[in-house]
């Protein structure tokens, strides 16, 4: 698939961690191509029918859809991701960093190995995708771009024997708000969505019945709330909305 200069007008948004029909990257990628946004994903450890039965769903709602397998703990894998995209599909106009990277760990198992495995996933990869998005996005002179992060609760309240994760999360945190100045002048807003737990691919049954009770709503998060948030940030709507970590949790009590 190659793109022409007509498509360059077109919306493209990069969005990592699509792996499976529970995924909030998924949801992320219908609720946009909904909307008439091109849709590049990124998977990993999906199962083999998985990738090409997400672009058939999203070629079936009249966008373009292109995908790739890739490890975001590689040190490359942002540039290389980067410059797929561009081939396949042209300038990204939208970038959301969703893929993460999640165990526990407390004070006892925390070692060398746990926080590697976390910051080059959670950080160093969402960090040089924005990087990479911003170099190529001021060349091309759109105008205007979109970049949402996702982060978690750790702004919120501890997250206890989840320190590795909730560090690496913080990272984002700040960087989302220092990037967003450096990139006002461009015309691309920069932010973070904390969608609380959401019933995704990590909940099982067990796992509800624990948080059922802290959603004061009646029921659990879904990928599809955080999609709806992230449909708005991407829009044209959200122009004024830059810099901000944004809990939308459904009122969940910690």
Known sequence: ?????QDTQRKVALITGA???RDMGTAFCRKLASTGVDIFFTYWNADVQWPDMLRQEMMGMGVRCACLEIDLAASTAASELYAEVLNQLGQPTILINNAAYSTNNDYVSLDAKSLDDHYAVNMRSTFLLCAEFARSFEKANLPYGRIIN???GQDLAPMPGELAYAATKGAISAFTKSLSRELAS???????????PTDSTWMNDEVREYLLPQFPMGRIGTPEDAARLVAFLASEEAEWITGQIIHSEGGFIR
């Open 1 to 5: 698939m190659s793109h022409t200069n």
């Open 19 to 21: 792996s499976s029909s």
């Open 150 to 152: 996702l982060t978690s």
């Open 186 to 196: 461009l015309r691309i807003t920069v932010n973070a969505i904390n969608p609380g």
